[in-house]
């Protein structure tokens, strides 16, 4: 089975997706492993909750498969069609939970740190993502697909269904809101204006 993953790892996601759709096995877990810690680690990012990003990822391999025997080559990477999908899922499940703030939801907890460097980034995590709970839903969406999951521009745009200049637009807001309302906490979370 290893030797059967291995030679699919040059394979694009797009034809792993219809050999799976054709009945190939082995190219339905190369694709899981490939896709889900993407899935889980842009649900972890807009969610900050494991068991929540769990279920999101869980969910948006599943809404793949179901649409693996219709898809068509060539009209979207794999990549963009999943990221738009866990972006919806986690703003739905956002939706859901406004009442619940963002004291509720646990921090990720780092064993490679030390005491006081794991209470800092605890400090720094929970600034930035209360400053983005403050975004407009939209440019937060931007902001985390570009500067956290580290897509260009024409994929955020696929994956958010707008312009790219209207992205550009969205995470240019963003990044001076976010500014805005950090700008005041630089020593308190750490930095220095050196």
């Known amino acids: 089975m290893n030797m059967a993953l291995d030679a699919l790892s040059d394979v694009s996601d797009e034809a792993l997706l219809v050999l799976f759709a054709n009945g190939d096995a082995d190219a339905a877990r190369s694709l899981n492993l490939r896709l889900t810690p993407r899935a889980f680690a842009q649900a972890m990012r807009m969610l900050n909750n494991r068991a929540e990003a769990e279920d999101v990822a869980q969910e948006a391999m599943m809404r793949l498969w179901k649409i693996a025997p219709d898809w068509r080559q060539g009209e979207a990477k794999v990549t963009t069609w999943l990221y738009r999908v866990v972006a919806n899922l986690c703003t739905d499940r956002l939706r859901r939970q406004r009442s619940v703030g963002i004291d509720a939801i646990a921090e ?23 400053a983005l709970d403050e975004l407009p ?9 570009r500067h956290i999951e580290g897509l260009g521009n024409p994929e955020i745009a696929a994956a958010m269904e707008i312009s790219t200049e209207a992205v550009e637009s969205l995470t240019a807001r963003g990044k001076r809101a976010l500014s805005a309302l950090l700008k005041g906490r630089r020593e308190e979370l750490g930095y220095s204006d050196d």
């Open 108 to 130: 990720p907890a780092d064993d490679s740190a030390s005491v006081a460097d794991g209470i800092q980034d605890a400090a720094r995590i929970k600034a930035l993502y209360s």
């Open 137 to 145: 839903e939209r440019q937060r969406q931007a902001v985390v697909l």
